[in-house]
């Protein structure tokens, strides 16, 4: 069957670094998303990974290791407005979005 | 980045009756349209995909008698709860993909039903 695993919820400091590891098992691969929701409101975009290594946008950052089925979002600079849930998302073979329940981040000043 | 707009983004209405909600693509032609519902705490579930001018293609478990719904356009899809009950007040959101080389899905704000 089709699986995603986050941790279901983490703690860290304002200013701090955080990172938030999705593991996946899908029939088939066509890349990772990570979005950003906020209590009581819709889902927000922040990356998308297909190939394998690093990608850097700001103080947010995605990590994809195909080979290991193996994903990470890097938290740097920590603000208390990214207090949030965090969803990791795999795309299958039929491009359908397999979602992770996601890992809700807890910002403590 | 592209815009999804979801109208209401909030609605109460008596058991039995039927609530419509609207999801528009306003600076881009949405192929695929998509419709959520996420119960708190928990993460989005899918409860069926739509491309423009064909019928949706429902998640097992979801009855499509029950929740309808329309593309009638690259710009818009509509949602139908026929003849709520408690049991469907919960958080809907829809999602759009298009308009770019990466399929994104940009999300609507979502519509929180309460059936009273």
């Known amino acids: 069957g089709q699986n995603i695993d986050q941790p279901t919820e983490m703690t860290a400091t304002e200013g701090a670094i955080v990172q938030i590891n999705c593991t996946y098992q899908?029939?088939?691969?066509?890349?990772l998303f990570w979005y950003q929701q906020h209590a009581g409101e819709a889902p927000t975009f922040l990356s998308y990974n297909v190939l394998d290594g690093l990608e850097e946008k700001g103080r947010f950052s995605s990590f994809l290791s195909r080979s290991k089925g193996y994903s990470y979002l890097l938290l740097k600079e920590l603000q208390m407005k990214d207090s949030a849930s965090y969803l990791c998302a795999a795309v299958d073979s039929n491009y359908q979005l397999i979602w992770g329940a996601g890992t809700k981040l807890i910002i403590k000043p | 980045g592209a815009v999804v707009s979801q109208h209401p983004s909030w609605v109460i209405c008596k058991s039995g009756t039927s609530v419509k909600i609207e999801c528009r693509s306003l600076d881009f032609q949405a192929t695929t349209m998509f419709w959520y519902r996420q119960f708190p705490k928990q993460s989005l579930m899918l409860m069926a995909t739509s491309n423009e001018g064909s019928k949706a293609t429902y998640e097992q478990g979801v009855e499509k008698d029950k929740f309808l719904i329309n593309h009638a356009s690259l710009t818009l899809s509509t949602l139908t709860v026929t003849s709520a009950h408690p049991e469907d007040s919960s958080f809907y959101i829809c999602s759009a993909r298009g308009g770019g080389d990466i399929d994104i899905q940009y999300f609507g704000a979502g519509t929180r039903l309460s059936v009273l």
């Open positions: 899908t029939s088939g691969f066509n890349g």
